[in-house]
């Protein structure tokens, strides 16, 4: 924080009236369950972003972020989406949506910081317009709840921007738990915190970074989303009663209409990934590492044979893992960060899976990054006097 309070008095000359950390967040399970208003696993991580705000005496809004050493500005009289304000958009939607609720926004200064910024998509862009919308809120004592902060950064992302953005990923960065994950049901917007295990236990959640290509898996990903997005929208017709993510798999294997056999694989992954990560939860909330490392090892199955969205560096650390003793399951996840794994592990061999990467550098030219994971707690709001 003290870095970021200087950053922004040598950009702006000032002293800034409210700082906002938020921070990142992992979808352990359930990436794709949104299409059928499934669940998702997810956690804070231990990367986050820095928001630091001032007043100004005009009215217009100047931004500034580390990242380049880039800056927009922008007229709060004018709160059109420009192309040219790249991620400036971001924070004129949270303006907008502010106003729009009948909130008075005059001009202020603003400076981004944080090592999240350092990923990539969608968890980035979310981050920038929670923590603008906080840092706004509070210096403008604007009468907004939480879940109205969320709305107005969804709105700002997906109707402003017109970007992807998942309404969870904003509630659990809010509603992040040190120490738990977040279970959440789509369907009904709630969730439920599931303890995970603390840093003495003996089997760790080790994140795996492949650093490949941040462009390699990132077309084929948004691909696979269009598709099932489609895919979702042919089958609520025939299937018009209940719940999506209630239908069996014989029922769908055996309807007639307008899915196609792709659709129908797509939607029998997404289905099951959903069950199971409800089943997951269950698990890891009773402490049953062995089986939850089960459920891991049935994702990553699905992931690269019925989704085919995994990578020739995924399934080489994916099945590494598997070969070695002590491993109880391993399956790519969402961090932000391009061609991440989940290494579900004994402590005590690690040493024994992570030897293997001078192997994986020698083949694939680069070196992985590793550590073990432990979810972080929410964002945070802090006033400077």
């Not at 208003?37 to 991580?45: D, M």
């Not at 809010?174 to 369907?187: S, V, W």
């Not at 109880?328 to 961090?335: E, H, Q, S």
């Not at 004994?346 to 990054?369: K, N, V």
Request: net charge neutral; with cysteine.
């Amino acid at each position: 924080m003290k870095q970021l309070i200087e950053l922004h008095q040598l950009e702006f000359d000032d002293q800034p009236l409210v700082v906002v950390n938020v921070p990142g967040i992992y979808t352990l399970l359930g990436e794709f369950s949104d299409y059928c208003k499934g669940y998702a696993l997810c956690g804070a991580s231990p990367s986050s972003l820095e928001v630091a705000v001032s007043l100004r005496n005009d009215q217009s809004a100047r931004l500034f972020t580390v990242l380049g050493n880039d800056r927009k500005r922008f007229n709060l009289q004018n709160l059109k989406y420009r192309r040219e304000d790249r991620w400036g958009n971001y924070i004129k939607g949270v303006v907008s949506g502010m106003v729009g609720r009948g909130g008075s926004v005059s001009g202020f200064n603003l400076t981004i910081s944080g090592s999240l910024l350092k990923n990539e998509g969608p968890t980035v862009s979310a981050a920038i317009c929670l923590a603008s919308a906080l840092a706004l809120r509070s210096l403008f004592s604007l009468p907004l709840s939480t879940e109205e902060v969320a709305n107005i950064c969804y709105t700002a992302l997906s109707g402003f921007c017109s970007e992807p953005c998942r309404y969870v990923g904003l509630l659990a960065m809010l509603y992040a738990k040190e120490g738990n994950l977040l279970l959440f049901d789509i369907q009904h917007l709630d969730f439920e915190y599931i303890p995970f295990p603390g840093p003495d236990s003996p089997v760790v959640s080790l994140i795996v970074e492949s650093k490949v290509s941040p462009h390699a898996l990132r077309e084929e990903l948004a691909l696979k989303r269009k598709e099932s997005k489609a895919a979702f929208e042919k089958l609520r017709p025939v299937f018009p009663n209940g719940l999506l993510r209630d239908i069996q798999d014989q029922d769908l294997k055996d309807s007639v209409g307008p899915l196609s056999e792709d659709d129908k694989r797509i939607c029998l992954y997404v289905l099951l990934e959903s069950r199971l990560t409800r089943e997951g939860a269950r698990l890891l909330a009773q402490n049953d590492m062995v089986l939850y490392g089960k459920i891991l090892n049935k994702v990553q199955a699905g992931l690269r044979d019925s989704f085919e969205v995994t990578c020739p560096e995924i399934d080489w650390l994916s099945k590494r893992a598997t070969e070695t003793a002590g491993n109880l399951g391993a399956t790519m996840i969402n961090t932000g960060s391009s061609g991440t794994i989940m290494v579900l592990i004994a402590r005590d061999s690690i040493a024994s899976y992570t030897s293997r990467m001078e192997e994986y550098e020698h083949i694939f030219g680069f070196r992985p990054r590793w550590f073990p994971y432990q979810p972080q707690g929410p964002a945070r709001v802090i006033s400077i006097e």
